[in-house]
Each structure stands twice: as C-alpha cells, then as structure tokens.
Nanobody
C-alpha cells in the first residue's frame, strides 16, 4: 500500500518562501501522477500543481503559476513543492496525492480529488504578518 507523508509546513510572512516535501513509500513514480492539493477552512479542496511520472509534464493552477514549482527526486521517491512570494490567500493545509495511471493522463481533469487513491495527512502552511 502506497503511503505519502508531507512535511515542511510552517508559518511565514507574506512574500516569504517554503518548500514542502512529499515522501512516498515504495513506488515507481513512472506509473503515477502526483498532485499537491490545498484546503482552507470553509473552502473546497483545490488542486495546486501536478507532475506526471510518465512524461514529467507539469500543470499549475492559475493562482500559483510563476510562484510555485513542483519537482521530483526519483532516487528517494520525494516530490517537492517550492512556494515563493507567498500571500495570505495561500494559507491552507497542503496535501499530496497520487493516482496510478496507465497510458493517457487526463490533464483536463487532473485536479479532481476523487480520482486520487492515495493521500498524505497534510501539512499546515500559514502566511501571516
């Protein structure tokens, strides 16, 4: 059973940076899409960014494009989320999630939470002065 564990959440000031990590147990990233989601109180869970282990294509939500970067260290099965120029509206619990994919990746629906079978417990990010 694939397990995911996030780390790196913290409280930072507006304009600051954080790097979140998602450590995965025993899986070959080549068969998965990994997505970072976030959820703040009273709001639905929203997709932030995804990376495909099939072709290493990435996708970003408009709200984070140019500020956030997703990357992978394959030798240790870790997916990172580098977050720069953070704003108060980025405050949320951040989750990494994975879905097993064979062949075609449905990029149009890549941020559908129900498509993901494996989730980490989440890590809190707070942006406040």
């Amino acid at each position: 059973q694939l397990q995911l564990v996030e780390s790196g959440g913290a409280t930072v000031q507006p304009g600051g940076s954080l790097r979140l990590s998602c450590a995965a147990s025993e899986f070959h990233l080549n068969y998965y899409v990994v997505t970072w989601f976030r959820q703040s109180p009273g709001k639905e869970r929203e997709g932030v960014t995804s990376i495909s282990g099939i072709d290493w294509r990435t996708h970003y939500a408009d709200s984070v494009q140019g500020r956030f970067t997703i990357s992978v260290e394959r030798f240790n099965n870790t997916v990172y989320l580098q977050m720069n120029n953070l704003a108060p509206e980025d405050t949320a619990v951040y989750y990494c999630a994975a879905q097993f994919v064979i062949g075609h990746v449905d990029w149009a629906g890549i941020f559908r939470p129900n498509d993901y079978h494996f989730w980490g417990p989440g890590t809190q990010v707070t942006v406040s002065s």
